[in-house]
């Protein structure tokens, strides 16, 4: 079906600043990619065949986009997860009762485009020797995203190294002997047995799924995780694959932070700079601690991160040095990680977070520009696009770029009683939008949720079948597995002390500078 998208303001591209912003216009798709953006009497002349979309009272702009999610169709925190410091939270989750993969995606795919979100990244986090299961549980999530009709990219995850706690074969030690029987086979294990396994899964599951529409990213999920000749080979096959992405958690919390400079005196990032691997197809999911040297060599290398603004503040890892990051020209994306502000995955409200949290004080009040509306757009749309796998094909309407697109209900914005016309509609949005006024979500020219009712998926059976999945509860084995690593927690939070003594100088003092 070919569409014509009208709207009373039209945001073509948030690079392109107020010049990207224009009224009355439109946008004409066909074959699921844009055509053509210009005012709408011309482009209703033009293409007399084409459905309208919008009452032209609205805003269209590009679909937004979360270039880090774990594709939780229930928060932690909806499941029973407390949110705490990661290294306690990591033992706590294993409580958390486990969804059906299919309807996981399928409500995430809903929580997501409720909002505008019309793309999202899923990094999946597996289990080592789990590779037949990670293969299924891949498979029906992909399926699941494309029957609710979000586009995604999807990382499969795994560690070899450290998977219990930081430095785990030394904590192994402290640990009594019934907890070391326990731990023994998460601690020693065939390492190159994970990787080939790995790196089997990943070739299987770019070749089934990696297309036009969707990208299959390499994953492996922590920095710290990751044995120095995994990122080697990951590197090497992501750059054969004409440098495909490979996204990695890094430089979240304090103690992870301590870790690199404990085995190598120097931080993750570096020390990745030492192996020659790192460059501009790296997105490092949270970055909260990189310190001055480490924001300069992401810039160099043109790396990217994904920003958690929400979920680094619930898991009290604090503040990412985005204002810093973004100053020094590191691509910066939003990614919600599954903790948006209102636990709901409003990727409007999370682009908000994410503009309040950087406005950053000083004395060069001259000199010190505040993040504007373009600026945050460009986080939650081109720079995402780009760690998505998508750079240049979507997060902004432009011809020949992919027909993802919202319509926003602008009343409550513009006529609450009233609203200055002097201030530009991007500066509104980012101000006052929220994702309950998304209406209509437009993905690959078809149009997936319209007057915010969706048309591929009947949501109250879905929400049923939630329901009624959560319902069974967990298992004995899994109670009797979580209770053990509880055992092990305060052996686990000994193990860190001391730690903060290494030397090392975070950005912020949120993130422990002292
Ligand atoms: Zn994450």
């Known amino acids: 079906m070919d569409i014509i998208a009208r709207g009373k303001y039209v945001i ?105 979100c ?4 899923h990094n999946n986090f ?37 998977i219990l ?21 998460i601690v020693f294990y065939d390492k190159k047995a994970v990787v080939d396994e790995y790196m089997d899964l990943f070739d299987d599951l770019y070749g089934r799924y990696n297309d036009d529409n969707t990208r299959i990213l390499f994953g492996p999920n922590l920095i710290e995780g990751i044995t120095d000749d995994f ?36 931080s993750w990032v570096a020390h990745l700079d030492d192996l020659g691997l790192l460059d501009e197809n790296y997105t490092f999911g949270h970055m909260v601690f990189a310190n001055e040297s480490d924001i300069e060599l992401l ?41 948006a502000i209102n636990d709901d995955d409003d990727i409007i409200m999370e682009l908000r977070v994410i503009h309040r949290l950087h406005r950053v004080s000083g004395f060069d009040i001259a000199n010190t520009p505040a993040l504007d509306a373009f600026d945050i757009l460009k986080v939650g749309t081109i720079n995402a696009a780009r760690v998505c796998g998508f750079e240049g094909e979507c997060g902004a309407l432009k011809p020949g770029m992919k027909a993802d697109a919202i319509l926003v209900d602008l009343r409550e914005m513009m006529e609450d009683p009233w609203m200055s016309p002097d201030i530009n509609i991007a500066e509104v ?3 006052r939008a929220k994702g309950v006024h998304v209406n209509t979500v437009i993905v690959g020219g078809e149009v997936v949720m319209e007057d915010r009712k969706f048309l591929n998926v009947d949501i109250d059976k879905l929400y049923e079948e939630v329901r009624k999945d959560i319902a ?26 001391g730690w903060e003594n290494m030397d090392y100088k975070p950005f912020y003092v949120m993130n422990s500078r002292k």
């Open 429 to 431: 949005f980012i101000h």
């Open 165 to 185: 706690i930081l430095d785990d074969t030394h904590f192994f030690e402290t640990l009594p002997p019934d907890l070391q029987e326990f731990c023994r086979p």
């Open 118 to 121: 019309t793309t999202m990244h």
């Open 299 to 339: 810039a160099s290398k043109r790396a990217s991160i994904t920003h958690h603004a929400s979920c680094n503040l619930s898991i009290r890892n604090g503040i990412a040095p985005v204002y810093y990051l973004h100053k020094a020209g590191v691509n910066v994306a939003l990614g919600m990680d599954d903790k």
């Open 231 to 266: 990122h080697q080979r990951v590197k090497a096959r992501a750059d054969e694959l004409g440098k495909i992405q490979i996204h990695i958690h890094a430089l979240q919390s304090p103690p992870n932070k301590a870790y690199a400079l404990k085995k190598y005196g120097k």
């Open 12 to 116: 073509t591209d948030a690079s392109a600043g107020e010049d990207g912003i224009f009224t009355d216009g439109a946008a004409y798709f066909s074959e699921g990619k844009v055509v053509e953006v210009g005012d709408y009497d011309s482009l209703k002349k033009k293409y007399p065949q084409a459905t309208v979309k919008g009452n032209g009272q609205q805003l269209l702009m590009p679909g937004l986009i979360d270039g880090h999610s774990h594709g939780r169709g229930l928060s932690i925190f909806q499941r029973g997860g407390p949110y705490d410091f990661v290294e306690n939270a990591l033992i706590d989750w294993a409580f958390l009762i486990e969804i059906d993969p299919e309807l996981s995606a399928m409500m995430s795919a809903v929580r997501h485009l409720r909002s505008g």
């Open 472 to 497: 069974k509860g967990i298992s004995p084995q899994q109670r009797e597995y979580a209770e053990t690593l509880q055992r092990i927690k305060p052996y686990s939070q000994e193990w860190y002390k």
């Open 126 to 162: 597996g289990n080592a020797g789990q590779a037949a299961k990670m293969q299924e549980i891949a498979s029906k999530t992909i399926k699941s995203y494309h029957k609710v009709g979000i586009r995604c990219s999807y990382s499969p995850g795994v560690c070899n190294d450290d």
